[in-house]
């Protein structure tokens, strides 16, 4: 089973987070063929200080 895995800085809802996994989901299940059933998503929110861009941590 395909398991997508999202990395990001805090701050969405959870309404938000059940937006952007069923989205997701969708996506890759007609991208794929996949029945979307079979399909898992995890979000992991980081702390912005355990971030780092172009050598610079964000926060």
Request: no cysteine; charged share 20%.
């Amino acid at each position: 089973m395909p398991l997508i895995q999202i990395s990001q800085t805090p701050g969405l809802t959870a309404d938000q987070k059940r937006a952007a996994i069923a989205a997701v989901t969708k996506a890759y299940a007609d991208a794929t063929g996949k029945n979307p059933d079979a399909v898992w998503v995890t979000i992991t929110d980081i702390p912005r200080e355990q971030w780092g861009v172009g050598g610079k941590p964000l926060g």
